[in-house]
């Protein structure tokens, strides 16, 4: 009998054990899932209008709007006459089409996108492996000589002008340099000493041996040359442009023949 009230009375003690075991942990575990209710509140309330469906349809109509309004711009007439005007000045950059602006349209082209503009119309643009030598003398009128320099700025690569030597021989440096100097002035009478002056940029040479290689007797000549050998002389009072002309029908190159120098 005392053996059977002592089981009786360990069973009830593990029964109790057990049960405030199991208390604590269901306490626990609602905490938990509490604490995780109220932080998903606090994060849904915090966020509510970036995730809210009327924010989003808010949102969506805004895209909708901004995108039918570029779409609007890149159809208008406004837009697509500025998109033509760029495709002729890129085909006469690639391709050497002659510009055919309306009137005001160029100047108004010129004034915003200048450094384009440029470098659009219809250049020589020589390899690496070409040059171009101009070979004149003092003895030459310097309005000849400056229509040269202005021309030669429609050719972009490796072009020289080339003397047989110095302004009153090569014992004084001075002369020679003078002259070179005001001949690359774009005005003559600009002053040095009182403002910038505008600029030819070309470079003078003074090399008698090119002189004797092309066997120039007489100036103004033109010498094109190329690295494997290839060179062309035009020589005669006529412009750059004409020279150039001349030596296009010869290597048969329409850069040369399809200028407006």
Same mark, same amino acid.
């Given at each position: 009998m005392f053996l059977f009230y002592r089981l009786r009375f360990r069973i009830f003690l593990l029964m109790v054990l057990f049960?405030?075991?199991?208390?604590?942990?269901?306490?626990?575990?609602?905490?938990?899932?509490?604490? %995780?209710?109220?932080?998903?509140?606090?994060?849904?309330?915090?966020?509510?209008?970036?995730?809210?469906?009327? %924010?989003k349809e808010k949102k969506k109509e805004e895209y909708k709007d901004k995108a039918k309004k570029l779409y609007d711009f890149?159809?208008?007439?406004?837009?697509?006459?500025?998109?033509?005007?760029y495709k002729k000045e890129l085909e006469k950059l690639f391709f050497g089409k002659p510009l055919k602006a309306e009137k005001g349209e160029k100047e108004k082209f010129y004034r915003y996108y200048s450094d384009f503009y440029k470098y659009s119309q219809n250049f020589l643009v020589l390899n690496d492996d070409e040059a171009i030598y101009v070979f004149v003398s003092s003895s030459m009128s310097d309005e000849v000589i400056k229509a040269y320099l202005s021309s030669s700025e429609k050719i972009i690569g490796n072009i020289s002008f080339v003397l047989r030597g110095g302004v009153?021989? %090569?014992?004084?440096?001075?002369?020679?340099?003078?002259?070179?100097?005001?001949l690359l002035k774009k005005d003559s009478s600009c002053n040095f000493l009182q403002e910038e002056c505008e600029m030819y940029e070309r470079?003078?040479?003074?090399?008698?041996?090119?002189?004797?290689?092309?066997?120039?007797?007489?100036?103004?000549?033109?010498?094109?040359?190329?690295?494997?050998?290839?060179?062309?002389?035009?020589?005669?009072?006529?412009?750059?442009?004409?020279?150039?002309?001349?030596?296009?029908?010869?290597?048969?190159?329409?850069?040369?023949t399809e200028n407006d120098l």
């Open positions: 049960l405030s075991g199991a208390s604590v942990s269901l306490s626990s575990t609602y905490e938990d899932i509490q604490s %995780l209710e109220n932080r998903a509140k606090e994060v849904a309330e915090q966020y509510k209008d970036v995730i809210s469906p009327e %924010l890149y159809k208008s007439s406004e837009f697509q006459a500025r998109v033509e005007r009153g021989g %090569l014992t004084y440096l001075r002369p020679t340099v003078e002259w070179v100097v005001n470079e003078f040479l003074i090399d008698p041996f090119l002189f004797r290689k092309y066997e120039v007797k007489a100036v103004p000549c033109i010498v094109y040359e190329k690295k494997n050998d290839v060179s062309v002389i035009s020589c005669g009072a006529v412009s750059l442009g004409r020279h150039l002309q001349r030596i296009g029908k010869a290597i048969k190159d329409d850069r040369f």
